[in-house]
């Protein structure tokens, strides 16, 4: 992929949810990895969750249960369901992407990824 660019972030209320949304453009014929991570104010950038290609996927503990990635291989589309919300996944969000394909499932490190979007914020409001 040569870009990423993030959609359908927002506010609400806890509780509440949000769908993300990342289009890969250009060469996306070599992208086998895509995930989500998070960086709020003063805190240190996390991965939130990732998917590849066969559809293996990883999360984060912290949205086990309440986070869904999936992909759209045929239309460049990684989205991030987000269900019951809290204040503590405020943060501005971004979608990457990475031609690595794994054995197993794709990591949660951003080191592993090498094209990023601009980020999309979102607020949860208690």
């Known amino acids: 992929a040569q870009a990423l660019v993030e959609s359908g972030g927002g506010s609400v209320q806890t509780g509440g949810s949000l769908k993300l949304s990342c289009v890969a453009s250009g060469a996306s014929s070599n992208v086998n990895s895509m995930g989500w991570f998070r960086q709020a104010p003063g805190k240190d950038r996390e991965g939130v969750a990732c998917?590849?290609?066969?559809?293996?996927?990883n999360y984060a503990d912290s949205v086990k249960g309440r986070f869904t990635v999936s992909l759209d291989n045929a239309k460049n589309t990684v989205t991030l369901q987000m269900n019951s919300l809290k204040p503590e996944d405020t943060a501005m969000y971004y979608c990457a992407a990475d031609r690595l394909k794994w054995a197993a499932a794709c990591p949660l490190g951003g080191g592993f990824f090498a094209v990023w979007g601009q980020g999309t914020q979102v607020t949860v409001s208690s």
């Open positions: 998917i590849d290609t066969s559809g293996k996927t």
